[in-house]
């Protein structure tokens, strides 16, 4: 982004598909230790531009880059992300997009390219922990790991390792496909609400350079090691309210086990329940509800017990981290996670696997924007809120003005 602040020369530019990018490139290189390469190319290209042509003189006018050719498992992965599409669009939905995938001539492409680097490395995990030498030290990533735990199961049980598992394959790429668009997705919604608020950007940054001392004192960035050890509660307030507010993940859904009653409804054993992180209690004032239809474990359960913090129903809707913070018993301000609803994650045991992965990722991801960058506002028709619904809940425009800090 850097590159692209100098050439854009104070104007705003999309940034959907450099967040697009570094998000996958993250991802992979923690599920199977490789990466696209596409950030890469991306880089070599604007390194050789010296100005943008045809860049307007006005600053509402947003800047325009070129786009280099991207590798082709890039163009595979965001093919197969995409095309979830056509299952939630079509009456057949799964039966669909399965016959997709092995009929459309650009989803079988994309399929065998996918399938070729999940195979490859893989492989390469097998030659490394085959090897006796190897030990914990040498695991990198999540593939590694599955690999490690695979051998040194197989070794105790006194059975062959199970080489190549279609439920291995399927968690790896399923680590990919979850993680590159719902942590994509909360980054774009992020750089919305912290571009719109500018105090709060103003006092995110101060309490990443008073936490990060050392780093701010010699112009450097901090510390990968402290930014993942480091907790600052204002960076986790921020953080959680850009989770409540930009609903990446709109809902979450369970099937119903047995016939239930739901404050005084009926649902039938099979009924699929989709449990909205929007709306009322959520993102709007609560709807009144006879307590008397409620279930016996939860008319026990006061709003105290329930929820820690005090929060006024009128100001749901409104961007504001603090009311994630109180103060402890020695009167320290921590972060507390119970202060209001919150299941952008979901819970209990099908709850989101990589729920530490993406909040590491994300609090990285913004300690480093906010402490390179300041945000600065955007022309109101390029920071319009409207968004779109596919598998995750995305903003249609991205669009940044950022103003780099020397670090």
């Known amino acids: 982004m850097r590159m692209k602040a100098t050439l854009a020369q104070g104007h705003a530019f999309d940034a959907t598909s450099d967040v697009d990018e570094v998000m996958l490139d993250s991802i992979l290189a923690v599920t199977y230790g490789t990466s696209t390469g596409v950030t890469k190319v991306q880089l070599e290209m604007l390194s050789k531009l010296s100005d943008l042509p045809g860049a307007s003189s006005t600053k509402e006018n947003a800047a325009v880059f070129p786009v280099a050719d991207r590798p082709p498992i890039y163009d595979a ?3 197969l992300a995409a095309s979830t599409e056509i299952g939630m669009k079509s009456p057949l939905g799964g039966l669909h997009h399965k016959w997709a995938l092995k009929c459309y001539p650009a989803l079988r492409k994309a399929v065998k390219l996918k399938d070729s680097m999940i195979t490859e490395t893989l492989h390469t995990a097998w030659q490394k922990f085959n090897n006796p030498q190897t030990s914990d030290d040498d695991i990198k990533s999540a593939c590694d790991l599955i690999v490690a735990r695979e051998v040194s199961l197989a070794k105790k049980q006194g059975r062959p390792p199970e080489h190549d598992s279609p439920v291995v394959r399927d968690e790896l790429y399923g680590f990919i ?3 590159f668009d719902t942590s994509g997705g909360t980054v774009k919604w992020g750089l919305k609400y912290l571009t719109k608020h500018q105090d709060v950007q103003r006092k995110l940054r101060a309490s990443l350079r008073a936490a990060h001392k050392g780093a701010a004192a010699k112009g450097e960035l901090p510390a990968a090691i402290d930014v993942a050890r480091m907790r600052i509660p204002y960076l986790d307030a921020v953080l959680e309210e850009i989770l409540r507010l930009g609903i990446t993940a709109a809902a979450t859904a369970r099937v119903t086990t047995q016939d239930v009653e739901v404050l005084g409804y009926h649902i039938p054993e099979g009924t699929d329940v989709f449990m909205m992180c929007s709306g009322p209690s959520m993102t709007a004032p609560p709807m009144h509800v006879d ?18 913090g005090d929060w006024d129903p009128e100001t749901l809707a409104e961007f504001n981290p603090d009311r994630w913070l109180r103060k402890n018993d020695q009167g320290d301000i921590e972060f507390d996670s119970k202060s209001g609803p919150m299941q952008t994650f979901g819970g209990g045991l099908r709850g989101c696997f990589g729920r530490k992965l993406a909040m590491l990722g994300l609090r990285t991801i913004f300690t480093l924007i906010i402490w390179s960058f300041e945000l600065l506002p955007i022309p109101e028709d390029l920071g319009t809120w409207a968004a779109e619904d596919l598998m995750t809940h995305q903003p249609q425009q991205t669009y940044v003005r950022l103003r780099a800090f020397d670090t």
């Not at 008397?292 to 929820?307: G, V």
């Open 177 to 179: 496909q979850a993680g």
């Open 291 to 308: 307590e008397n239809k409620r279930s016996q474990s939860s008319r026990l359960l006061s709003a105290e017990e329930r929820w820690t």
């Open 77 to 79: 992965i965001a093919e």
